[in-house]
């Protein structure tokens, strides 16, 4: 653990492949026991900062560590106190959901029998005992990503890294995933997951970054940064003869803050009802219209000027 307590402590972090910063000057700590997050586009430099957390990718300058080593000098050291969940599964398709965890646990020293009990006692974790045998191609996207979970936790670590947890899971696979993430928080691991799933960062993420080309944002927990960025409630308006940067004009004023994006108009309020009743008497005639509370979406797109959604 580093001097100041944090298990990840990272200063003036850079990472550039040629002409091209990916990571530009970054500072931020992850604490023991906590879930931190790193929000933002592909391409904001997610991906860049966990593999040089992960010690497979060198800083290109700046200061990290990583459970108190220099990853440049003691990268064995660090790797084998982690547990990685790339983006994409790389799991043996050719062996059995139990032959992967054990497989992959030989990489750190274990024995062959401590591996038998540790693979049943992961697979059960992760709800996957009735498929121990089965080879790993047929199963399901949700499965083969709870499998890598459990291969991951095979050495006990000390910090989790997870890199776009739930990309291309269905939402019923994506809940459950979330569920084992919990469950493994509440048991005191220390997880890091990057993601742009809004609904995932909310709730896994005790504090997160929002990044963007390279850049930290903002830093706090969820709730922190929408009270920060954001008002109580967002009224959505949807027309379907008019632009909505056309109506924008109309309701200047009826709201702390108005919004034109290509598809609705997004009024940001304390009370979305009442914030409607005056739009209603202003004499604007949405086709539809929403109340819903302010969500990290509405921070991102406070502090870049566009949505997550537009950079998918």
């Not at 002409?19 to 970054?26: P, Q, S, T, W």
């Not at 954001?230 to 200047?252: I, K, W």
């Not at 609705?264 to 209603?280: N, P, Q, S």
Request: a negative charge; charged letters at 30%.
């Amino acid at each position: 653990m580093a001097a100041n307590g944090s298990l990840i402590r990272a200063r003036g972090l850079e990472k550039r492949f040629g002409e091209r910063v990916a990571v530009a000057g970054i500072d931020f700590d992850v604490r023991a026991g906590e879930a931190f997050g790193f929000l933002g586009p592909n391409g904001a430099g997610k991906s860049s900062t966990m593999r040089m957390i992960g010690c497979v990718s060198p800083p290109s300058a700046g200061e990290l560590s990583v459970l108190g080593l220099d990853p440049e000098r003691d990268g064995p050291r660090i790797r084998a106190r982690l547990g990685v969940v790339p983006q994409q599964d790389s799991l043996d398709q050719e062996l059995t959901a139990r032959e992967n965890i054990v497989v992959y646990g030989r990489y750190f020293g274990l024995t062959r029998r401590s591996l038998r009990e540790r693979a049943d006692e992961l697979l059960e974790f992760v709800q996957l005992s009735d498929r121990a045998g089965d080879k790993v191609e047929p199963l399901s996207g949700g499965m083969k990503r709870r499998l890598t979970i459990a291969r991951s936790l095979v050495n006990d670590p000390d910090l989790m890294l997870l890199d776009e947890p739930t990309t291309g899971l269905d939402p019923q696979a994506r809940h459950v995933v979330w569920d084992q993430l919990f469950r493994l928080k509440q048991r005191g691991v220390t997880l890091v997951l990057t993601t742009h799933y809004m609904d995932e960062a909310e709730q896994l993420c005790d504090r997160l970054v929002v990044m963007d080309k390279g850049e930290i944002a903002a830093e706090g927990s969820p709730r922190e940064l929408i009270e920060r960025y954001s008002t109580r409630e967002v009224l959505e308006l949807r027309f379907e003869r008019e632009e909505p940067a056309g109506v924008a004009s109309r309701v200047h004023g009826l709201a702390a803050r108005v919004e034109a994006l290509p598809d609705r108009l997004l009024l940001y309020t304390d009370d979305g009802d009442a914030t409607f009743a005056a739009v209603h008497e202003a004499g604007v005639q949405p086709s539809s219209h929403l109340v819903r509370r302010s969500s990290l979406e509405d921070v991102f797109l406070r502090l870049t000027g566009r949505t997550l959604v537009d950079e998918e």
